[in-house]
């Protein structure tokens, strides 16, 4: 039987915020840990107190994906998990980003992590066993005003994760999993300047959560694979009941404005006061 920490794992955007305690968790776990990142000094900062085993990865580039999966594969003696944890926010209506921006969002949320996707699952299904967790987010279950093209790049990654699961199965693959943990808003670098934004409100409606937490859940995954988990679970029922009732979401969009703006008052409080 192959223990639930058996391989590598590997953790892209892995130089801070949550990337960062995803991978101290799960090396509190037992797993051997490759932190990947766009910036390789800053990700090996990180990795030197956790096996000092890191190296640069920006998931846009399908090879250099494909070539990392091999590396971890080859010198741990299997690849046991990839995390796709490498994302990029970005606020504001969906017509006030220019071309470019909105490339840039969907080739790093959505398409690197397919392509970290398929570089573990070339891997995993030679194999026969493995799991891929893909960090997606609430947004990938509803529409956040402010948020749209981040939203989108979310939605696309949660279809095609739980695709290529069924897929999976459909080929005989019964030991190799992808899940997706999708979070409400984690206090990390990614919403520190986000405070005065009135494109981020929707990231302040629920629970702001500590990258820690999501990390401990994170590693509890690792160890039990479902196709989806909600952090908290009770964000979930809420945001799935407006994803069902679009005309209700809608017309809720001013309340989100006026909880969002109190989240953000609320948070910066505790800033402040820490």
Same mark, same amino acid.
């Given at each position: 039987? $192959?223990?639930? !920490?058996?391989? &590598? +794992?590997?953790?892209?955007?892995? =130089? @801070?915020? #949550? *990337?960062?305690?995803?991978?101290? %968790? ?36 399908? $090879?250099?994906? !494909?070539?990392? &999966? +091999?590396?971890?594969?080859?010198? =741990? @003696?299997? #690849? *046991?998990?990839?995390?796709?944890? %490498? ?188």
């Amino acid at each position: 039987m $192959i223990s639930p !920490a058996s391989g &590598a +794992a590997v953790v892209t955007g892995a =130089a @801070g915020g #949550l *990337g960062r305690a995803i991978a101290a %968790a799960l090396h509190a776990d037992g797993w051997q840990v490759l932190l990947t990142d766009v910036d390789p000094a800053a990700v090996a900062a990180v990795a030197k107190p956790l096996g000092g085993w890191s190296c640069a990865l920006d998931v846009r580039d399908e $090879i250099a994906c !494909a070539e990392v &999966a +091999a590396e971890a594969a080859a010198r =741990a @003696g299997a #690849l *046991g998990l990839w995390v796709n944890n %490498a994302g990029i926010l970005v606020t504001g209506p969906s017509w006030g980003h220019d071309a470019a921006t909105r490339r840039r969002v969907l080739d790093v949320n959505a398409l690197g992590a397919m392509n970290g996707t398929l570089a573990a699952l070339d891997v995993m299904r030679d194999q026969g066993h493995g799991h891929v967790l893909n960090v997606v987010s609430l947004a990938g279950l509803v529409a956040a005003p402010g948020e749209t093209v981040y939203a989108a790049s979310k939605h696309a990654l949660l279809a095609f994760s739980l695709g290529t699961l069924a897929d999976l199965r459909m080929a005989g693959h019964r030991a190799v999993r992808v899940s997706c943990l999708c979070p409400d808003g984690i206090w990390t670098p990614m919403l520190h300047d986000r405070l005065d934004d009135p494109g981020a409100v929707a990231s302040f409606t629920g629970s702001m959560l500590t990258p820690e937490r999501v990390a401990a859940r994170v590693a509890r995954l690792a160890r039990r694979p479902r196709p989806v988990v909600i952090l908290p679970r009770w964000r979930g029922a809420q945001v799935r009941l407006l994803d069902a009732a679009p005309r209700l979401a809608l017309g809720l969009t001013p309340l989100v404005r006026v909880v969002g703006r109190a989240g953000q008052r609320r948070q910066r409080r505790r800033t402040d006061a820490g």
